[in-house]
């Protein structure tokens, strides 16, 4: 495994490999990212995987400079997992005050998008810059960031980008919560109550099952829940799987491929997750 922090040295390693299949992440890595780098290995001879803090895709009162950076401990974890580690600093990515971006459609503005404005236009803005850095044949995203996901294929098929994004199931703890580089902020007595976001959407994902068709009812119920316990929510969603956007007109026996979306902050913690339908 080699680790390289310029964007030279990784255009002359990679220069001579044919099928590289590439993870982004800002480090701090857990099981979920490794999963991811697994399922890389399947689709690639080379295996790259970025660690990258990006400022771009955080607001004014997020956690850029508390959120955890762990590089050497990272590095650790991906031997014998990935071929390169791309550790570039914040002025190697950005030489120069980031002017051009890209500019997303509408569905980036809704769900993590309303809670965090920005944040997606500086998400895309820099995978955009890492795709061109890397140049892979395929890339690699955990589901657990759906909306994410969603709008990278998207960009990646407006664009005509060379390459083909595959998402990665979510990885949880024993009691089903979706890792996450965030769960460390967690104290013990909120890491216990963490758990409850995870069963609410398994409740709207049963009565979904079972036929159940008033969703802002469900969604209502849920929110009413979580705020009892002490929970701030921004978003529980059920939305089209196709498109993140709500469901028309739901007939009773139609056939039907949702997702639940919900985020919501314990204590100073915010957590996402989400279920498909």
Known sequence: MQVVTTIAALRVRLADERAIAFVPTMGNLHA?????????REHGSCVVASIFVNPLQFGP????????????????????????????????????QQEVFVELPAIADVLEGASRPGHFRGMATVVLKLFNMVQPQVVLFGKKDYQQLHIIRHMVAQLNLPVTSIGGDTIRDADGLALSSRNQYLSEAERIEAV??????????????????DIERLQLQAIE????????????EVRNRS????????????????????????GKTRLIDNLEV
Do not use: N
């Open 243 to 266: 498109d993140l956007l709500p469901p028309g007109k739901v007939e009773p026996d139609a056939p039907r491929e949702w997702v639940v979306l919900a985020a919501a902050r314990l």
């Open 225 to 236: 829940r979580l705020t009892s316990r002490g929970w701030s929510v921004d978003y529980v």
């Open 196 to 213: 409850v976001l995870y069963q609410t959407l398994q409740e709207i994902r049963q009565s979904l099952l079972q036929g159940e068709r």
């Open 61 to 96: 009162s997020e956690d850029f400079d508390r959120y955890p950076r762990t590089l050497e401990k990272d590095c650790a974890r991906l031997q014998g997992l990935v071929d390169v580690v791309f550790a570039p600093s914040v002025d190697e990515v950005y030489p120069e």
């Open 32 to 40: 979920g990212h490794l999963s991811l780098m697994g399922l890389a």
